[in-house]
């Protein structure tokens, strides 16, 4: 069925340490993988995506990579700040229309 | 100022009282969904629409209808609420697929007693 495993479900770095989550999804056929960032009392917002066409994308201090092989994705955090303390959603489309979210992670980031 | 509304933000009721949950976007976006968001459980979408009139099952429909008659509304109803159904609800739009980025309203927090 449609699935997607996100780990760990929480996760604490030093600041100025990296910070990486890890998706799983079930359908070969997902093509569209974004990452949303949802702080605390506020809506989720997209902070970065990437398609099945593409295995590595970055955007300054954050990157997403993609094993389409494997099936896994993964959003990889450098020299974290204490604003990236937040809970972060990965999500796999399966069709054009349905997007299918993982659990969430909760990262803190320690001073 | 480009943004989804709902409303209300908070809500407490009691089973099986008929509520609405609206929500509403002014970027003239084709599509527009609901999500529930438990502790544990993520974001876990309940219906979708492509258009005015066409709307879909997510993942979890059951005990929820909704309606797209026009295209910036899409009103979440829930007809005999329960108490498995206390959550905080997200309604979202995007341009025109689940494939575009995702504009979220600021939620709705629910607790049915």
């Known amino acids: 069925g449609e699935n997607v495993e996100q780990h760990p479900s929480t996760l604490s770095v030093q600041e100025g340490d990296s910070a990486v989550i890890k998706c799983t999804y079930s359908?070969?056929?997902?093509?569209?993988f974004p990452w949303y960032k949802q702080e605390l009392g506020k809506r989720p917002q997209l902070i970065i995506d990437i398609r099945s066409n593409v295995g590595e994308k970055k955007d300054q201090r954050i990157a997403v990579t993609l094993n389409k092989t494997a099936k896994h994705f993964s959003l990889h955090i450098t020299e974290t700040q204490p604003e990236d303390s937040a809970v972060y959603f990965c999500a796999a489309t399966y069709g054009a229309q349905k997007l299918v979210f993982g659990q969430g992670t909760r990262l803190t980031i320690n001073p | 100022e480009a943004q989804v509304t709902q409303n209300p933000r908070y809500l407490i009721t009691v089973t099986g009282k008929k509520l609405t949950v609206t929500c509403s976007q002014n970027m003239n976006h084709e599509y527009m969904s609901w999500y529930r968001q438990d502790p544990g459980l993520g974001l876990r979408q309940i219906y979708y629409?492509?258009?005015?009139?066409?709307?879909d099952k997510g993942d979890v429909p059951e005990g929820y209808k909704v309606s797209r008659k026009e295209k910036r509304n899409f009103p979440l109803i829930l007809e005999s609420p329960s108490p498995n159904q206390t959550s905080l609800y997200f309604c979202?739009?995007?341009?025109?697929?689940?494939?575009?980025?995702?504009?979220f309203g600021p939620g709705t927090r629910l607790t049915v007693l």
């Open positions: 979202a739009s995007s341009i025109n697929r689940g494939t575009d980025t995702q504009y």
């Open positions: 359908d070969s056929a997902s093509n569209y």
């Open positions: 629409s492509m258009n005015v009139e066409v709307t």
